[in-house]
């Protein structure tokens, strides 16, 4: 049985907020009504880390410097960044300044604590516990304890499991974490198989058996070299003599294989599309550690694969593998538990090991790859890996490109990036994408376009926006948190339509609590329809004011507010800090 795993995800669906101007209703009004952004393109995100010869991120590149092939068709990069890790944090940290956050206390006079610094760097370790053998996972398990250790007041780390049987969610506490790491053990779904099945087929071979056969043993021997290994253990291990009964005992084996595997492979990557989905909402920097020994992606499952790069891209979650494994190498007589039954059966076996290994670590490297991580391998110093994966790269180009007549097939598309005098300087890059299947509908992608910067820490200001926080506490246990948000008119495109200078702003309260988990929030749809003599008063009149309020308990809280306007597409956005005694 496939067992459900389901984690906690944010809904972008607030209530209404609150709203206070002076001026006439006839010329501002609100209302409740779905969050819209216009877009003028879908863009193909390709995130690229550029490395100098002693493997330190490069960040003096321009938009030149990069060419970038659909297909082997060169694209114009459309849209160009530099991301700069922690560049976020320091931006909040300064936001976050003394009398910034619940400055003016409603009520009291109530002598204010300092707010603690919020989170802003959340690592998910995902440990594979479906595919990874029991020494294995304690060697990565402890390793993944001393980096705990090393964890700052900011930082915030959730612990998870491929087989979804154990979790952790986002937290402060090290105990916490460290008990959740001794409980780690390899799951159930990992022992389904017997311990010397006979053949011994991998879920490699068996892919390869079941759904790429071309022709059977007895008509065509060379078609299917899996099944003729396969059925030639068969032969030996039963002292069969009919090479048509070994193929069927083969072709079951197979069969098998293929079902355990796609059970294991399915919930393996149905948990981590889950985590990334988990840590999506969490605001600030996002590091995703699979530790992992690597397994076996099928063909027909690899759009699981693309599908999690592209959620990752969307949501800025960086996915970075570590194999498990340490430094490791296949033997070519076999595993020391495996029974020999032929030497060329044996060298035979160990080819497509071989070239499942190098199928797994390919599906690691593209995740990596695809979404500005790292992939760390063949090396005994896991504890270093996990040092080097918590911390994401100094420096992450984005480039992105909108594809020309994009047919909506969900046909895979190969990418290549290259730069144009690379010289001693190596990149990664994301590898492809699949076309989607239909057209997206813009509702969905106005929630989406929403939830990324509600739950973003970077600053934006290209609107003139202020935020202030109050708060009054009723008793002990109830405080009512009060967010103020100054819009400033005068900065402004306005649409001149019937009589009237229209536009709208969208404004987006959130609350998260000391751990950077959703706690609350509230939108607001502002509605302008000012007159011509407004217009000409509007350099001197002040800012609107947007009130949004919550009821909470006392504790510490970081505030996000998100504003755009319809017209010039702008945005502005703000954070901080509020401690309530």
């Not at 008063?537 to 510490?556: C, E, W």
Request: proline residues 5%; negative net charge; contains cysteine.
């Amino acid at each position: 049985m496939i067992r459900a795993f389901a984690l906690p995800v944010f809904i972008s669906l607030f209530p209404m907020a609150s709203f206070a101007v002076a001026q006439s209703a006839e010329e501002i009004s609100s209302k409740d009504q779905p969050v819209i952004f216009k877009t003028k393109v879908n863009l193909v995100m390709v995130p690229v880390v550029v490395r100098d010869a002693s493997g330190h991120a490069v960040g003096t590149l321009k938009k030149e410097d990069f060419q970038l092939f659909d297909k082997g068709k060169r694209q114009e990069i459309a849209k160009f960044s530099l991301e700069k890790t922690g560049a976020a944090a320091t931006s909040a940290a300064k936001v976050v300044r003394e009398g910034r956050n619940a400055r003016d206390v409603e009520a009291g006079n109530q002598t204010e604590k300092p707010a603690s610094a919020p989170p802003d760097n959340f690592i998910a370790y995902l440990f594979d516990d479906v595919h990874v053998k029991f020494e294995d996972l304690i060697r990565a398990r402890d390793a993944a304890g001393k980096n705990i250790d090393t964890l700052q007041p900011t930082d915030r780390a959730a612990i998870f499991t491929t087989s979804g049987l154990a979790a952790t969610d986002f937290t402060n506490d090290k105990a916490k974490l460290h008990a959740m790491l001794l409980q780690l053990r390899p799951s159930v779904l990992a022992k389904a198989r017997p311990a010397r099945p006979c053949p011994d087929v991998s879920y490699y071979m068996g892919d390869l058996i079941h759904n790429q056969s071309d022709g059977d043993l007895i008509h065509n021997p060379n078609g299917n070299q899996a099944l003729m290994v396969a059925a030639r253990e068969a032969l030996i291990c039963y002292a069969l003599h009919d090479l048509t009964e070994a193929a069927e005992l083969a072709k079951a084996a197979a069969s098998q294989a293929v079902a355990s595997g796609d059970q294991e492979t399915h919930i393996s990557l149905s948990v981590l599309h889950a985590v990334v989905r988990r840590i999506s909402a969490m605001p600030g920097q996002r590091n995703l550690i699979l530790a992992t020994p690597g397994f076996y992606v099928p063909e027909d499952l690899h759009s699981w694969v693309a599908d999690t790069i592209e959620l990752a891209l969307r949501s800025n979650v960086r996915i970075n593998c570590l194999d498990a494994r340490g430094l490791y190498t296949l033997n070519p007589a076999g595993d020391i538990d495996e029974k020999q039954y032929d030497p060329s059966i044996t060298q035979a076996k160990f080819q497509y090991k071989r070239q499942e290994n190098m199928f797994a670590a390919g599906t690691l490297g593209e995740m990596a790859d695809g979404t500005g991580g790292t992939f760390i391998q063949n090396t005994n110093d896991l504890e270093g890996g996990f040092r080097r994966l918590a911390t994401a790269p100094e420096y992450v180009y984005l480039l992105g490109f909108a594809p020309e007549n994009l047919k909506p097939d969900g046909t895979y598309h190969g990418l290549k990036v290259k730069l144009s005098s690379p010289g001693k300087l190596s990149l990664q890059a994301r590898r492809g994408y699949f076309a989607p299947k239909g057209k997206e509908s813009e509702e969905a992608a106005d929630k989406e376009a929403i939830s990324s910067e509600v739950f973003s820490r970077e600053e934006i200001h290209e609107l003139p926006v202020d935020l202030q926080t109050r708060f009054v506490k009723p008793s002990d246990t109830e405080a009512k948190l009060k967010v103020l948000a100054s819009v400033d008119l005068k900065q402004l495109q306005f649409r001149k339509d019937e009589g009237r200078n229209r536009n709208d702003l969208i404004v987006v309260s959130a609350v998260f609590d000391n751990n950077g988990n959703f706690v609350t929030g509230l939108q607001k749809t502002v509605q302008l329809r000012l007159l011509d003599a407004t217009m000409e008063r509007l350099q001197h009149a002040p800012p609107i004011k947007v009130t949004s309020d919550f009821d909470v308990k006392p504790g510490s809280y970081l505030v996000r507010l998100v504003v755009r306007d319809s017209e010039g597409h702008l945005m502005a956005t703000e954070n901080a800090a509020v401690q309530i005694p």
